[in-house]
């Protein structure tokens, strides 16, 4: 099968709103006050945490299908910190972005253990927002 190939276009509403299009969907992303925006929706790196919930959620489904067992319910919660004062300038040490990122799932099903251990390594192997924020993806950020 060909690569499917994924693209959005966003433009800056204000320094801290931007507009997201994504096929025929809007999303909108800003700050919460506490960090200049006026909270209008989430911020950059709630929407990192939204897209690896949902490819979690998507996953686990196809592959609980695949493996003959049925999710009677399927929470995903997601968390991780981050150093602020290097976001801002305060220091150079350390890095902008997460400093670990865990993903606790929680489902109702009849499976057993050794089928949901299987199941568990195979979402997570398979989900491709777990593998870009697991692995190194080649990023170039060019001016126009």
């Known amino acids: 099968m060909a690569d499917a190939k994924f693209s959005i276009k966003a433009v800056s509403e204000n320094a801290t709103k931007t507009i997201v299009k994504a096929r025929n969907f809007?999303?909108?992303?800003?700050?919460?006050?506490?960090?200049?925006?006026?909270?209008?929706?989430?911020?950059?790196?709630?929407?990192?945490?939204?897209?690896?919930?949902?490819c979690l959620n998507v996953m686990g489904n196809l592959i609980a299908k695949e493996m003959g067992f049925?999710?009677?319910?399927?929470?995903?919660?997601?968390?991780?910190?981050?150093?602020?004062?290097?976001?801002?300038?305060?220091?150079?040490?350390?890095?902008?972005?997460?400093?670990?990122?865990?993903?606790?799932?929680?489902?109702?099903?009849?499976?057993?253990?050794?089928?949901l251990d299987k199941w568990i390594k195979a979402v997570e192997s398979r989900c491709p927002v777990s593998d870009n924020l697991s692995n190194s993806t080649p990023l170039k950020v060019v001016l126009k």
């Open 26 to 54: 809007s999303m909108v992303i800003d700050e919460p006050p506490s960090l200049g925006g006026k909270d209008e929706g989430a911020n950059p790196v709630e929407f990192v945490l939204a897209a690896l919930a949902g």
């Open 70 to 115: 049925a999710l009677k319910s399927f929470k995903i919660n997601v968390s991780g910190p981050l150093d602020p004062d290097f976001l801002f300038g305060k220091t150079t040490e350390g890095r902008a972005g997460y400093k670990e990122i865990v993903a606790e799932l929680e489902v109702e099903t009849d499976a057993d253990k050794e089928t």
